[in-house]
């Protein structure tokens, strides 16, 4: 990768942050040329630092879909299949409903962009991440058979973007996901 100049790395990290408060006041469809106003660039500095809404999306959440995943990780080796998936689960559904724009994001990434690199887009990491946590609980029988990591992604995708605008995202997230984990992975007492 080139190195960039003194000048577009300010401009990107400038973009960045504008973009993070534009997305948070606005959602993932905050308007790139307010963006590009409120940076005091045109909007072709913005273009060619993000040259998709898409690329400008996995930027913002870049660090927090990290953590999620390093999350992940660390609650691999857990004796507690089912509760080191839920609770990674957990997470990852409150950050997707209160993250404003970050369900939007997954959901385009589930969708598919034929022209993004797999690997870096949202729902790839998280799916990765997540994958040895379903796996684990698979193989304990305390996950449904057939029920992947791609599907409760999806199911945490659908259920933040329906709390997206109630008064505690958070807790109405977490509550609708209690729900319907117990039809994907009932206790076993």
């Known amino acids: 990768m080139p190195v960039q100049r003194a000048d577009a790395r300010r401009n990107y990290a400038l973009l960045l942050a504008v973009a993070e408060e534009a997305i948070a006041a606005h959602g993932a469809d905050a308007s790139l040329e307010q963006i590009a106003r409120t940076a005091g660039v045109g909007s072709g500095t913005v273009r060619r630092h993000f040259p998709t809404r898409r690329a400008l999306l996995e930027a913002v959440f870049r660090e927090r879909v990290e953590t999620l995943c390093a999350h992940a990780r660390d609650l691999t080796a857990r004796p507690d299949t089912r509760a080191a998936l839920l609770e990674w689960l957990t997470a990852v559904t409150a950050d997707a ?19 993004a690199p797999p690997d870096t887009c949202c729902s790839a990491q998280l799916t990765e991440a ?9 193989d304990d029988g305390a996950l449904t058979p ?7 992604l999806t199911l945490i995708t659908g259920i933040a973007l329906a709390t997206e605008h109630h008064p505690d ?10 729900l ?3 039809g994907v992975s009932p206790h076993q007492g």
């Open 97 to 115: 409903a209160t993250i404003r724009g970050l369900a939007i994001a997954l959901t385009h990434d589930q969708a598919g962009d034929p022209g």
């Open 146 to 152: 057939g029920v992947t990591i791609a599907d409760l």
């Open 180 to 182: 319907a984990v117990t």
């Open 169 to 178: 995202p958070a807790a109405e997230a977490t509550r609708l996901l209690g």
């Open 130 to 138: 997540g994958a040895p946590l379903a796996r684990r609980a698979a």
